[in-house]
């Protein structure tokens, strides 16, 4: 439906700083708009890094290595 469309393009592609050091193994933080969200990756992602949101699954984003 158009509602939930309209919530994942609010994420999906778009940029989000990560808050520690996360990848394959473990889970993380990153923030976005202000926000830190848990976020997950199949990249190793370290703390700073610039990355794109792939996918938001309930409260977790997916991201990766921008």
Request: no cysteine; charged share 35%.
């Amino acid at each position: 439906n158009d509602v939930s469309e309209a919530i994942e393009d609010e994420f999906t592609g778009r940029e989000a700083i990560a808050i520690d050091d996360f990848g394959p193994d473990k889970t993380g933080k990153v923030e976005f708009k202000g926000t830190s969200w848990n976020a997950e990756s199949e990249s190793v992602i370290m703390s700073g890094q610039r990355v794109i949101i792939i996918e938001k699954v309930n409260v977790k984003l997916i991201v990766k290595p921008k």
